[in-house]
């Protein structure tokens, strides 16, 4: 792992999800830039002081050289490290799995994606929301056709965590977020946006061809967005709407999709994640509950638990190291990729929606084109 020491949130969720089914083990780590703090750090996690480096860069090399080096490396730093850490370790021949979004910036995006065509490595993009069973249900529903065509999708991410200064405070999670030079471009669209932009496209299917943003910095002196309001058209005629907010008071973490076809409709709510509401049309709305009747092979495969024991935001994150495990084996053996996983292409496309979002609102809130 790199990053995710002392402090850090979202390095303790990618340890319990890798941990969560047994595939991987944390042998490894360059888990802070501060020497000091790496080394405490592994000592914490019981990483032996030998690899507990210093530097990523010094990991990549000196983990490559070792007859029982690291399979895969977590990337789990701010976004403006996520390129030069993955490009170390994919020329290394290490797969990466790293927490999204993809870069900083949409040319790191593009050199990165083009390295990872070309070293045969693998390489996972975290959009962990993408591992809840009701949601790979909900895809697996629009692609045999049970809605017929769309017509519909909005996707909404709402939180108020940001809705003072908090940045201000020396609160680490929202000073970096809140940074342009370690965030990138977007505040809230690359942070949370990007979450709801990858559900709606990795559930439905849909490309964006335009779209038309509304960006906002409602928080005096704070230098990203931390509000957005999206328009989108698709390919092929549907058309789309986005909320997304971190001052929006009263939401902790309230992230919904919402699909509308000619047959019918579907709901999700990742604060009521079991179930997943599906309206024929002239139909009566029924309930699919998780590990329950309706339920697709690859949905029951994403199950742990029978129906009526939660299974939440960590089940759903372990799911995405499950599938990247399965992934580093199929590799190693020649065999296809799966076609659930979000790589490399999944984050270009989300750091090519930031970058238009950024352009539209810069412009007035004009349509601008992916």
Same mark, same amino acid.
């Given at each position: 792992?790199?990053?995710?020491?002392?402090?850090?949130?979202?390095?303790?969720?990618?340890?319990?999800?890798?941990?969560?089914?047994?595939?991987?083990?944390?042998?490894?780590?360059?888990?802070?830039?501060?020497?000091?703090?790496?080394?405490?750090?592994?000592?914490?996690?019981?990483?032996?002081?030998?690899?507990? %480096?210093?530097?990523?860069?010094?990991? $990549?090399?000196?983990?490559?050289?070792?007859?029982?080096?690291?399979?895969?490396?977590?990337?789990?730093?701010?976004?403006?490290?996520?390129?030069?850490?993955?490009?170390?370790?994919?020329?290394?021949?290490?797969?990466?799995?790293?927490?999204?979004?993809?870069?900083?910036?949409?040319?790191?995006?593009?050199?990165?994606?083009?390295?990872?065509?070309?070293?045969?490595?693998?390489?996972?993009?975290?959009?962990?929301?993408?591992? %809840?069973?009701?949601?790979?249900?909900?895809?697996?529903?629009?692609?045999?056709?049970?809605?017929?065509?769309?017509?519909?999708?909005?996707?909404?991410?709402?939180?108020?965590?940001?809705?003072?200064?908090?940045?201000?405070?020396?609160?680490?999670?929202?000073?970096?977020?809140?940074?342009?030079?370690?965030?990138?471009?977007?505040?809230?669209?690359?942070?949370? @946006?990007?979450?709801?932009?990858?559900?709606?496209?990795?559930?439905?299917?849909?490309?964006?061809?335009?779209?038309?943003?509304?960006?906002?910095?409602?928080?005096? @002196?704070?230098?990203?967005?931390?509000?957005?309001?999206?328009?989108?058209?698709?390919?092929?005629?549907?058309?789309?709407?986005?909320?997304?907010?971190?001052?929006?008071?009263?939401?902790?973490?309230?992230?919904?999709?919402?699909? %509308?076809?000619?047959?019918?409709?579907?709901?999700?709510?990742?604060?009521?994640?079991?179930?997943?509401?599906?309206?024929?049309?002239?139909?009566?709305?029924?309930?699919?509950?998780?590990?329950?009747?309706?339920?697709?092979?690859?949905?029951?495969?994403?199950?742990?638990?029978?129906?009526?024991?939660?299974?939440?935001?960590?089940?759903?994150?372990?799911?995405?190291?499950?599938?990247?495990?399965?992934?580093?084996?199929?590799?190693?053996?020649?065999?296809?990729?799966?076609?659930?996983?979000?790589?490399?292409?999944?984050?270009?496309?989300?750091?090519?929606?930031?970058? $238009?979002?950024?352009?539209?609102?810069?412009?007035?809130?004009?349509?601008?084109?992916?």
């Amino acid at each position: 792992m790199v990053g995710g020491g002392q402090g850090a949130f979202i390095g303790a969720v990618h340890r319990i999800a890798a941990r969560m089914d047994g595939h991987f083990s944390l042998v490894a780590g360059a888990l802070s830039s501060d020497p000091g703090r790496a080394q405490a750090s592994a000592r914490e996690l019981g990483i032996n002081s030998e690899r507990a %480096y210093s530097s990523f860069e010094e990991m $990549a090399v000196r983990e490559a050289a070792r007859e029982d080096g690291i399979e895969a490396v977590a990337i789990v730093t701010p976004n403006h490290l996520h390129y030069p850490v993955a490009k170390a370790f994919l020329e290394a021949g290490i797969h990466v799995i790293c927490d999204k979004p993809l870069t900083s910036s949409a040319d790191d995006a593009e050199a990165l994606a083009e390295l990872v065509r070309a070293s045969g490595r693998q390489f996972v993009l975290t959009h962990n929301y993408t591992g %809840y069973p009701m949601v790979r249900q909900a895809r697996e529903m629009i692609q045999q056709g049970e809605l017929g065509e769309i017509r519909l999708v909005h996707s909404s991410y709402l939180q108020d965590w940001l809705a003072t200064p908090l940045e201000q405070t020396g609160q680490k999670q929202a000073e970096w977020r809140t940074d342009p030079s370690r965030s990138g471009l977007g505040g809230a669209i690359g942070d949370i @946006g990007t979450h709801a932009f990858n559900l709606l496209s990795f559930v439905t299917g849909l490309e964006v061809k335009s779209l038309n943003a509304d960006l906002d910095r409602f928080v005096d @002196g704070r230098r990203l967005d931390d509000n957005a309001h999206i328009m989108m058209r698709f390919r092929g005629g549907a058309k789309g709407s986005m909320q997304v907010s971190q001052v929006a008071t009263g939401h902790e973490n309230d992230l919904t999709l919402c699909v %509308y076809g000619t047959k019918g409709g579907l709901e999700w709510s990742q604060t009521d994640p079991n179930y997943l509401w599906f309206t024929p049309l002239e139909g009566h709305r029924q309930r699919i509950a998780r590990g329950g009747a309706g339920n697709s092979d690859l949905t029951m495969d994403a199950t742990r638990t029978p129906p009526g024991h939660p299974e939440g935001y960590l089940e759903g994150f372990a799911n995405i190291y499950k599938d990247a495990a399965t992934a580093v084996r199929q590799h190693s053996k020649g065999m296809p990729e799966s076609s659930v996983l979000p790589g490399v292409e999944d984050g270009l496309v989300g750091m090519r929606f930031i970058d $238009a979002c950024v352009r539209s609102s810069e412009q007035g809130s004009v349509w601008v084109e992916l």
